[in-house]
């Protein structure tokens, strides 16, 4: 059983940065990050590795901007996020799954967080 908590959304102007963190309430493998806009489907953000955090997915709309990363000893992933655009806006969630490699969908997880709200102004 585990349980996230996302913070470190907020509003920001187009083309600043913001950083997401998710901490889990337990260890976790795979782990990944995944935006909600209203009227639209949930999509795949950014993804890191179960077994090393080396090992990174990226969706094309956000790749060369996102940054995903992991700190094992506080069970916790962020998402850097640079560049931002009006397009970013959405509620972003974590999700895990206690697997090894890198999930691009929404069913390679099993936990979820809440989320947290990022919103780009122009």
């Known amino acids: 059983q585990v349980r996230l908590v996302e913070s470190g959304g907020g509003l920001v102007q187009a083309g600043g940065s913001l950083r997401l963190s998710c901490t889990a309430s337990?260890?976790?493998?795979?782990m990944g990050w995944f935006r909600q806009a209203p009227g639209k489907e949930r999509e795949f953000v950014a993804a890191?590795?179960?077994?090393?955090?080396?090992?990174?997915s990226y969706a094309d709309a956000v790749k060369g901007r996102f940054t995903i990363s992991r700190v094992s000893a506080r069970n916790t992933v962020y998402l850097e996020m640079n560049s931002l655009k009006p397009e970013d806006t959405a509620l972003y969630s974590c999700?895990?799954?206690?697997?090894?490699?890198?999930?691009?969908?929404?069913?390679?997880?099993?936990?979820w967080g809440q989320g947290t709200q990022v919103t780009v102004s122009s």
């Open positions: 999700a895990a799954r206690n697997s090894l490699g890198v999930g691009t969908t929404a069913h390679d997880y099993d936990y």
């Open positions: 337990g260890r976790t493998f795979r």
């Open positions: 890191i590795s179960g077994y090393q955090d080396i090992y990174t």
